[in-house]
């Protein structure tokens, strides 16, 4: 007996369709997940008040809102230092990074800890606080003595010379620009600028400025690069750029991970840090939470956060001080006021200090890393 199936009589043609109705109809599918998803968002943006232009935002008690869309989740910025109180100290553990954010981030700074969270992540922020815990080791009192000694004002004179070469006329954002650099890569990894490039990082700072700006502009401007990368030149270039300055990391990493223990244990630098911890950590359960690949992550972290944002608060503290000949006398005498501070391991007599709040985020660029959540809240509302 002769037994035919469906198949048997069905033509190419046919076959073709079922197959595209099969793929329309799992498109359609997702994509009405996806908006479902987006509306939700949206619903829960709606009700929250806020002005559409930054110039708003005191007025509107340092709230603005960035519209949610299609393409994008939405965003909230804050400014007022109740709202950075209650995120960074009172509600600390149910505020984490987005998705979107550690997705923009994640290009330039890989695993490192901005772009892994410190609650309700997969490992519960084991990574986060392991990265927090022996990156705080460098910022002791003792070694910012070394490091106002040995670092802060030996680049200081050298820019200070560069100013006086220029007749007293300079632009500060450059002047900073330099002066972080040089300081950030000696206390990230122990090594001059020098070393790494005979132009004092001139061949991949432009890199480094161009991938911050990016990683900002996918926020705020293009959220779309998410599905449109594939056609769009800036993403090209972040990868080439972001190779760049990987590729400095490398160089700069290799030797540092063939150094013995007991040359590492003389170093205070982060770098030096990071990489007795991976050792502490090598046969055991925690062996690939700090690999080669992270530590390099982290350095770049250290590297380019560090820089641009020391940079910035320098030039933007100049500009400030050059407004306020006042402060500029307050300011003046603290720091000879330094000369005569004993400085010890709790750092008490320091914490007296009334610009404590500008040294520390000179020091290390963000709150959260320095700082226990809920001093970093209250030391941002008494600042």
């Given at each position: 007996?002769?037994?035919?199936?469906?198949?048997?009589?069905?033509?190419?043609?046919?076959?073709?369709?079922?197959?595209?109705?099969?793929?329309l109809t799992s498109t359609l599918v997702a994509v009405v997940r996806v908006v479902r998803r987006k509306m939700?968002?949206?619903?829960?943006?709606?009700?929250?008040?806020?002005?559409?232009?930054?110039?708003?935002?005191?007025?509107?008690?340092?709230?603005?809102?960035?519209?949610?869309?299609?393409?994008?989740?939405?965003?909230?910025?804050?400014?007022?230092?109740?709202?950075?109180?209650?995120?960074?100290?009172?509600?600390?553990?149910?505020?984490?990074?987005?998705?979107?954010?550690?997705?923009?981030?994640?290009?330039?700074?890989?695993?490192?800890?901005?772009?892994?969270?410190?609650?309700?992540?997969?490992?519960?922020?084991?990574?986060?606080?392991?990265?927090?815990?022996?990156?705080?080791?460098?910022?002791?009192?003792?070694?910012?003595?070394?490091?106002?000694?040995?670092?802060?004002?030996?680049?200081?004179?050298?820019?200070?010379?560069?100013?006086?070469?220029?007749?007293?006329?300079?632009?500060?954002?450059?002047?900073?620009?330099?002066?972080?650099?040089r300081t950030i890569f000696d206390i990230t990894c122990g090594v001059s600028v020098k070393e790494?490039?005979?132009?004092?990082?001139?061949?991949?700072?432009?890199?480094?400025?161009?991938?911050?700006?990016?990683?900002?502009?996918?926020?705020?401007?293009?959220?779309?690069?998410?599905?449109?990368?594939?056609?769009?030149?800036?993403?090209?270039?972040?990868?080439?750029?972001?190779?760049?300055?990987?590729?400095?990391?490398?160089?700069?990493?290799?030797?540092?991970?063939?150094?013995?223990?007991?040359?590492?244990?003389?170093?205070?630098?982060?770098?030096?840090?990071?990489?007795?911890?991976?050792?502490?950590?090598?046969?055991?359960?925690?062996?690939?939470?700090?690999?080669?690949?992270?530590?390099?992550?982290?350095?770049?972290?250290?590297?380019?956060?560090?820089?641009?944002?020391?940079?910035?608060?320098?030039?933007?503290?100049?500009?400030?001080?050059?407004?306020?000949?006042?402060?500029?006398?307050?300011?003046?005498?603290?720091?000879?006021?330094?000369?005569?501070?004993?400085?010890?391991?709790?750092?008490?007599?320091?914490?007296?200090?009334?610009?404590?709040?500008?040294?520390?985020?000179?020091?290390?660029?963000?709150?959260?890393?320095?700082?226990?959540?809920?001093?970093?809240?209250?030391?941002?509302?008494?600042?």
């Amino acid at each position: 007996m002769l037994v035919l199936s469906p198949f048997d009589h069905a033509t190419g043609a046919q076959l073709a369709g079922a197959v595209a109705a099969v793929a329309l109809t799992s498109t359609l599918v997702a994509v009405v997940r996806v908006v479902r998803r987006k509306m939700r968002v949206m619903k829960g943006l709606a009700p929250i008040p806020g002005p559409a232009g930054e110039r708003l935002m005191v007025q509107y008690g340092g709230r603005i809102k960035i519209p949610a869309s299609i393409l994008t989740d939405g965003q909230i910025m804050l400014a007022s230092a109740e709202d950075v109180q209650h995120i960074l100290s009172t509600k600390f553990e149910n505020y984490i990074k987005s998705d979107t954010m550690m997705d923009a981030f994640r290009t330039l700074f890989g695993n490192s800890f901005l772009c892994v969270n410190h609650a309700h992540s997969a490992d519960g922020g084991a990574m986060w606080r392991l990265q927090r815990k022996v990156a705080s080791r460098v910022f002791t009192t003792s070694n910012f003595k070394v490091f106002t000694q040995e670092l802060f004002l030996k680049y200081a004179h050298e820019m200070m010379d560069v100013v006086a070469a220029q007749g007293g006329r300079c632009n500060m954002s450059d002047i900073s620009t330099h002066y972080t650099l040089r300081t950030i890569f000696d206390i990230t990894c122990g090594v001059s600028v020098k070393e790494v490039d005979a132009a004092l990082g001139l061949s991949f700072m432009h890199c480094m400025t161009y991938a911050v700006n990016n990683i900002v502009d996918r926020l705020i401007k293009r959220p779309y690069y998410r599905y449109l990368w594939w056609c769009m030149p800036s993403e090209y270039r972040l990868r080439r750029d972001v190779r760049v300055v990987q590729d400095v990391a490398d160089w700069v990493l290799r030797p540092r991970l063939a150094e013995s223990d007991e040359a590492l244990a003389k170093r205070s630098d982060i770098l030096s840090l990071f990489i007795r911890k991976a050792r502490e950590l090598e046969g055991g359960e925690g062996a690939t939470v700090l690999d080669a690949k992270t530590l390099r992550d982290v350095f770049v972290t250290f590297i380019v956060t560090g820089w641009d944002s020391t940079a910035s608060f320098i030039t933007y503290l100049s500009y400030v001080l050059a407004q306020y000949p006042h402060v500029q006398q307050k300011v003046y005498d603290e720091v000879r006021g330094l000369e005569s501070i004993s400085y010890d391991d709790n750092g008490e007599q320091v914490a007296d200090r009334p610009y404590k709040m500008a040294t520390i985020l000179l020091m290390d660029g963000g709150l959260p890393l320095q700082m226990t959540p809920r001093e970093a809240g209250a030391t941002a509302r008494a600042g």
